[in-house]
C-alpha cells in the first residue's frame, strides 16, 4: 500500500468507527466499500474484520451494561451453525457481488412491510438471526444494515441495541477472518502487521469519540438518522456494484 492509499484507510476507519460508534451500523458499511476500491476482496475483508473487531469489542465493553445476554448465546449458537456449513463451501464472492449485496440487502429489509420485520426478542429468533446473517456477513461482505431489522421492531433502546449488536459484531467478525484467512495468497494479500495495529487503534478512537454523541440522542433521532445514512449508502453501493457487472475491469 502506497503513502497515500494508507492515508485515506486511516482517514475512513477514523470517521466510520465515529458513525459506527453512534448507530451501532453504517460506518462498516461504508469502509468495507472503500476497502473494497483499494484492495482484493480477500485482504479489504481481513483488514475490515480486524478493524471492525477492535470496534465492535471496545464498543461492547464501553456499553457492557446495556447488553442483553439472554439473546447473544442463541445468536451465537445460529452464526457458527452457518460458519461451519460455509467453511465447507469454500466460497469467495466478486466485487461485484458484494456492492450489489451491500446495496440491496438494506433497501430490501426496509421495504419489508413492518408486520414481517423480525424481532429479535422473540423465541428462536436470535438463532435464526445468528445463522442468517452469519451466511450474509460471508457471502455479500457485511450485514449490520440487516442485522438492525431484527433490532428496529424490538422494544430495546437504543443503547441496548448498539450494545448487544456490538457483541454480536464481535463474533461475526472473528469468523470472518478466519474465513477469508484462508483466501489470502501469502507474499500478494497479506498487509503489513502494523496496518492492522494502526487501524485498530484508529477503530478505538472513533468509537470513544462516539459515545458522548449516542448518548445525547432521543431514540427517535437515532432511528430516523440511521435509516436516512443506511439508505443513502445502499444506492450508491448498488450502482457501484451494477456497473462492475457492466464493466468488469472497472474492478482491477
Not at 503513502?3 to 476507519?13: F, H, N, Q, S, Y
Not at 414481517?116 to 449490520?144: E, H, N, S, V, Y
Not at 494502526?198 to 437515532?222: P, Q
Request: aromatic residues 10%; proline residues 4%.
Amino acid at each position: 500500500m502506497s503513502a497515500a492509499t494508507i492515508a485515506v484507510v486511516a482517514v475512513v476507519v477514523l470517521i466510520t468507527s465515529f458513525l459506527s460508534g453512534i448507530f451501532g451500523m453504517a460506518g462498516g458499511l461504508i469502509l468495507l466499500g472503500v476497502l473494497l476500491v483499494l484492495l482484493d476482496v480477500a485482504s479489504a475483508m481481513i483488514l475490515f474484520g480486524t478493524t471492525q473487531l477492535g470496534a465492535n469489542g471496545w464498543r461492547a465493553f464501553l456499553w457492557r451494561k446495556h447488553v442483553v445476554w439472554r439473546l447473544i448465546w442463541s445468536y451465537v449458537a445460529g452464526a457458527l451453525a452457518t460458519f461451519a456449513v460455509m467453511k465447507v463451501v469454500a466460497f469467495l464472492p466478486d466485487k461485484a457481488m458484494v456492492y450489489i449485496g451491500l446495496g440491496l440487502l438494506p433497501i430490501i429489509g426496509d421495504v419489508v412491510p413492518p408486520t414481517l420485520r423480525p424481532d429479535i426478542t422473540r423465541r428462536f429468533m436470535p438463532f435464526i438471526c445468528g445463522a442468517f446473517i452469519m451466511a450474509l456477513q460471508l457471502m455479500a461482505g457485511a450485514a449490520g444494515t440487516v442485522l438492525d431489522i431484527f433490532f428496529q421492531k424490538s422494544p430495546l433502546d437504543r443503547k441496548a441495541i448498539v450494545a448487544t449488536k456490538a457483541v454480536t459484531q464481535v463474533v461475526a467478525h472473528v469468523c470472518r477472518i478466519a474465513y477469508f484467512g484462508t483466501f489470502a495468497i501469502p507474499g500478494n494479500d497479506i498487509l503489513p502487521w502494523w496496518i492492522y495495529v494502526g487501524a485498530i487503534a484508529l477503530a478505538l478512537a472513533g468509537t470513544s469519540l462516539a459515545a458522548e454523541v449516542l448518548h445525547r440522542m432521543t431514540d427517535e433521532s437515532f432511528r430516523r438518522w440511521s435509516r436516512r445514512l443506511i439508505l443513502t449508502v445502499s444506492v450508491v453501493y448498488l450502482a457501484r456494484g451494477i456497473w462492475l457487472l457492466i464493466v468488469p475491469s472497472a474492478s482491477s
